[in-house]
DNA sequence: GACAAATGATACCATTATGGTATCATTAAT
DNA sequence: ATTAATGATACCATAATGGTATCATTTGTC
């Protein structure tokens, strides 16, 4: 079970390195250059990154990314929507006519539970958050 | 994102039916009337838990499955281990060359805290304490 | 002993998600 | 005009998930 999957996770490097550059925009072979993600892949998350208003883009010669928001107000919850869908720990298989056995669903409430906490914990997590003291 | 996968909730299902039920042993015909779970497939995973010692079973004419354990010692957890394989959140795709941007891979360190407080609450689910008040 | 009713073992299959590639069009600086 | 970048989009390979099918074996019942 991955929390996060390889989009999202390049996609958090991606923008770690972007938020840290002193570069007006990065391109896709400075990021290539530093970071080893497939070229074409990383182009990929980048253009979902830039529709999805978390990155702007310049193209043209000397064109590039540069993020769209403060990397504060970046959320790893964000990220997650984008390329995971939204955060369900709990989805019952027999929708809503949930549980044959027990009316009021005790295993969905633990999970609930559970669903609520790592919610509450990606949601404090930023792109600010994970650039450490760089 | 799946917390647990169909295999695992129609084993808890199909353990809690067992573990309710006054029979002495309880055969597939007896699940499928009383669970909606295609038949050969729920074979399958019950014999699954046979082999791994979640379930004892009786073959020929009157067999069928009974608890191996008492149901306080069947752990949600145990049941992950063997359809989903041991719990991770946490598998860093740039195995041991962790996170080229920071030597403190300040996300895994985000996500392991996650996980700890996930496995804690999965194991503290056990098959009675889902049984209710039946 | 024959038959029926159950599990044991195992091979197979369809669909979907994930991770990734390739190609052509468009924009803009030189 | 050329070059170096992104935009858009179609395609593909692999693995995981969810499920089926088949034959062998065991055991209770008549």
Redesign the pocket.
Do not use: H, W
């Given at each position: 079970?991955?929390l996060i999957?390889?989009?999202t996770d390049?996609a958090i490097r991606a923008l770690c390195f972007i938020a840290k550059s002193d570069k007006e925009v990065v391109?896709?072979?400075d990021l290539v250059a530093s970071l080893k993600i497939?070229?074409?892949?990383l182009?990929?998350i980048?253009?979902v990154l830039?529709?999805q208003g978390i990155l702007s883009?310049?193209?043209?010669?000397?064109?590039?990314?540069s993020l769209a928001r403060k990397p504060e107000k970046i959320f790893l919850m964000d990220l997650m929507n984008i390329f995971?869908g939204p955060f369900k720990l709990n989805e019952c298989f027999f929708k809503m006519k949930c549980c044959p056995n027990t009316k009021t669903c005790l295993l969905r409430k633990r999970i609930s539970r559970i669903e609520q906490y790592v919610i509450a914990q990606l949601q404090s997590i930023t792109i600010a958050s994970l650039l450490g003291s760089g």
């Amino acid at each position: 079970m991955k929390l996060i999957t390889r989009y999202t996770d390049y996609a958090i490097r991606a923008l770690c390195f972007i938020a840290k550059s002193d570069k007006e925009v990065v391109s896709v072979p400075d990021l290539v250059a530093s970071l080893k993600i497939p070229r074409p892949f990383l182009r990929k998350i980048l253009q979902v990154l830039n529709t999805q208003g978390i990155l702007s883009s310049c193209k043209g010669q000397g064109g590039g990314f540069s993020l769209a928001r403060k990397p504060e107000k970046i959320f790893l919850m964000d990220l997650m929507n984008i390329f995971q869908g939204p955060f369900k720990l709990n989805e019952c298989f027999f929708k809503m006519k949930c549980c044959p056995n027990t009316k009021t669903c005790l295993l969905r409430k633990r999970i609930s539970r559970i669903e609520q906490y790592v919610i509450a914990q990606l949601q404090s997590i930023t792109i600010a958050s994970l650039l450490g003291s760089g």
